[in-house]
């Protein structure tokens, strides 16, 4: 095995654009000496140029000194040619996202390097196995996924292919850790860890949004207050840039054989078409001003409306009581009614609790009421209900969604989707539950990883507004996960990986 802990480890690194430039960086800046080989002339002297701007602002932040920058760039060596590379130990390619181009490069790189030198791909999507299979010795080539910016995202993916050697990943896993990076090892499966736990948020806000039960702006509102994502999907969506993430959408869905639980939805062609790709383009989902800032989309405003008598379902007695309300012990003709159903939609919980649908206003229950409130109403719910409901659920200055009836509001929906994703990502064993976590909170910036985020919900209630909304639906989309059935049902972790 490599002893990547070596002082005198060489390494090289092909492709000098934004990933290639930030992993030299890293790996210079943690003791290794660097060859840096670019095929555009003069790319890689204008990437070491770029690394220096980069490090001298650290240093004005007091992160690193002068000396250690120095230091750093004095280990970057720009080489005009691949032949460059025989000393290297270990070689990480960072060139163009195609197959071909990366299979013709390791098999001039073979017969340059010693044949224990790693070869390691920075490919965000394709096949390592199939990058390998064009090389005499498979068994030394391996994925290496990082994210950008390298130098701030703290994670890198460890990829290995159908015939990648123990050692190999084992080495390249030793050398995240030397530069402060968390690597997370994966199977060579479409997506690797984090595009494909990225299948569960995005896709099931564009369904909502193209059922009609709330605007995509409300939809951003209740995933970032209630249920704590830095960021709703819309604006993720205008941030990655809508031509990306659809295309990435539907190659996953395509990789999989038309899986129903990742399927893109048509909402995106045609803003992609139209160009509304967001931020890039100044318009997405959101309009951006000159200075990059979103539109602020106006909330609902609160109706002066009151009801005359409340009847509410247990979970929601202590709220009322505190917002000032005497909450019935039995519906009248004419009360509101408010329920609070996991995975159901409000009309069908007002006929199962025979309610009138038309009083009858659901409240969403799952995060608790602290930060937002979504209330959702039936067909039928009367408006003066509706504004009744909203008033009476806004009268503490907590701000308040209205969305159209749906199986399992919006964040329950959404959340349940993602941890579903997550549990079938580690009953195939493409990571582990602790790599799922990780890479989910360092890559996508989520609140908790899949499985913690079930965990905190509680795995049975996951199971619950799976299984309503598959009930409602009709639709394989939402078969919950083998993993996160049988963990709920014996009222253990997500997180728990078998015994034997």
Not at 270 to 284: E, S, W
Request: charged share 20%; aromatic share 6%.
């Amino acid at each position: 095995m490599l002893d990547i802990q070596r002082p005198d480890l060489v390494a090289g690194v092909a492709g000098s654009g934004t990933m290639g430039r930030g992993i030299v960086q890293v790996l210079a800046q943690c003791g290794v000496r660097t060859l840096v080989y670019d095929a555009q002339a003069g790319a890689a002297a204008k990437a070491r140029d770029a690394i220096a701007k980069s490090l001298a602002g650290i240093v004005q932040k007091g992160r690193i000194s002068q000396a250690d920058m120095d230091a750093a760039l004095a280990r970057i060596e720009i080489v005009d040619a691949l032949a460059a590379f025989k000393p290297c130990h270990l070689v990480l390619e960072a060139i163009v996202e195609l197959l071909g181009p990366k299979q013709q490069l390791f098999q001039a790189l073979e017969g340059i390097v010693s044949g224990t030198c790693i070869l390691a791909s920075n490919t965000s999507s394709l096949s390592v196995t199939a990058m390998a299979s064009a090389c005499a010795k498979p068994g030394r080539v391996i994925g290496y996924h990082f994210f950008n910016p390298v130098p701030v995202m703290k994670i890198v993916e460890v990829v290995d292919g159908e015939l990648t050697e123990p050692w190999v990943g084992e080495a390249m896993a030793a050398l995240a850790r030397r530069y402060g990076h968390k690597p997370v090892r994966c199977k060579d499966t479409p997506g690797f860890i984090v595009n494909h736990a990225g299948r569960g948020y995005v896709p099931e806000s564009l369904r909502v949004l193209q059922e009609g039960v709330a605007g995509f702006a409300t939809i951003d509102r209740i995933l970032v207050d209630a249920a704590g994502f830095r960021l709703g999907p819309f604006g993720l969506l205008d941030l990655v840039g809508l031509d990306v993430a659809h295309g990435v959408m539907k190659s996953m869905h395509g990789q999989y054989y038309g899986e129903p639980k990742y399927a893109p939805f048509f909402l995106s062609d045609p803003r992609v078409a139209a160009g509304l790709h967001g931020r890039k383009t100044g318009r997405g989902w959101y309009r951006y001003g000159k200075d990059g800032v979103a539109e602020k989309i106006p909330e609902q405003p609160v109706p002066a409306a009151k009801a005359e008598s409340i009847w509410c379902a247990p979970e929601l007695k202590e709220l009322l009581i505190r917002l000032g309300a005497k909450p019935e012990s039995k519906p009248g003709p004419n009360s509101l009614c408010l329920v609070a159903p996991l995975g159901r939609d409000a009309t069908t919980t007002a006929i199962q609790l025979d309610l009138k649908p038309e009083n009858t206003v659901a409240v969403d229950p799952l995060f608790g009421f602290a930060k937002r409130r979504t209330l959702m109403t039936t067909p039928v719910t009367r408006p003066a209900v509706r504004d009744a409901a909203h008033a009476l659920l806004a009268s503490d200055g907590v701000p308040v969604s209205v969305i159209r009836d749906s199986a399992g509001f919006v964040a329950q929906r959404v959340v349940a989707h993602v941890v579903n994703v997550g549990c079938d990502i580690v009953q195939q064993g493409i990571a582990s539950p602790e790599d799922l976590d990780s890479a989910v909170m360092l890559g996508l910036g989520y609140p908790k990883g899949p499985l913690a985020m079930g965990d905190a919900i509680g795995g049975a209630k996951v199971l619950a507004i799976l299984e309503a909304m598959q009930s409602f639906y009709q639709e394989p989309r939402y078969r919950p996960s083998p993993w996160l059935q049988r963990r709920a049902r014996l009222g253990v972790s997500l997180l728990q990986q078998d015994l034997f």
